[in-house]
């Protein structure tokens, strides 16, 4: 299958310091990827996508930046506040994979009050 | 608008018995996909289905676990005989496109005794 890696499997910061979550990806065909949040006993929530032909996609205190020469994405909070605990998956897909999703293992964000 | 509704939301069984999941995804989307969720771990695709075709079935253990769609709307998921290894969150989603967002329902936690 395919690889779809976290670098760190916990994270924590300080309640309204930015928090940047980092995913590694291995398929250079991917052309798709989305960034989802799951509080606990939730399903996975929609955070913010990106697609291969941009490199930074910005929403509301969330930025996502796609390096596709190192196979990186990332996900940047910004002002991190204390609903923002949860544990985030970045998913990757594309058409040489049959535009099926596949997930990373997750990255444990816990905000400090 | 509603979103994806799955029940039950909790099911406790012995090993060896059944079990059934209902999914309803959202109105008008006609792609609904069947994940498992480990702990700790991203959702791994079990099937997908597209209107009442399952184009994607090829990590459903068909041994034990049988999914349908009969009209394209709502989905059953169920694992006849379970066992230990079974126990996991049950993750329904669907989306408008098959290369769309998905949207996750609040997924049926399984727990095998």
């Known amino acids: 299958g395919e690889s779809v890696g976290l670098h760190l499997p916990t994270l924590s910061v300080q309640e309204g310091d930015n928090s940047i979550i980092n995913c590694a990806y291995s398929?250079?065909?991917?052309?798709?990827f989305i960034w989802y949040k799951q509080e606990s006993g939730k399903g996975p929530q929609f955070i913010i996508d990106?697609?291969?032909?941009?490199d930074k996609r910005q929403g509301q205190r969330v930025t996502v930046l796609l390096n596709k020469t190192v196979k990186h994405l990332s996900l940047q909070i910004a002002a991190t506040q204390p609903g923002d605990s949860a544990v985030y998956f970045c998913?990757?897909?594309?058409?040489?994979?049959?535009?099926?999703?596949?997930f990373g293992t997750g990255t444990s964000l816990t905000v400090i009050p | 608008e509603a979103g994806v509704v799955q029940s039950p939301r909790y099911k406790i069984i012995e090993k060896k018995q059944p079990v059934a999941f209902w999914c309803n995804p959202i109105?008008?989307?006609?792609?609904l996909y069947w994940y498992l969720q480990n702990l700790g771990q991203g959702p791994e695709l079990l099937i997908r289905?597209?209107?009442?075709?399952?184009?994607?079935d090829s990590q459903l253990p068909k041994d034990r676990f049988s999914a349908e769609r009969l009209k394209g709307v709502d989905s059953t998921l169920k694992i006849q005989p379970a066992e230990l290894g079974d126990s996991a969150v049950y993750l329904c989603?669907?989306?408008?496109?098959?290369?769309?967002?998905?949207?996750f329902g609040e997924g049926s936690r399984l727990t095998v005794l």
């Open positions: 398929n250079s065909a991917s052309d798709y």
């Open positions: 998913a990757e897909t594309g058409r040489n994979t049959g535009n099926q999703f596949y």
């Open positions: 289905y597209e209107n009442e075709e399952a184009v994607d």
């Open positions: 989603a669907s989306s408008l496109a098959v290369t769309g967002e998905l949207f």
């Open positions: 990106i697609r291969s032909n941009m």
């Open positions: 109105s008008g989307h006609n792609t």
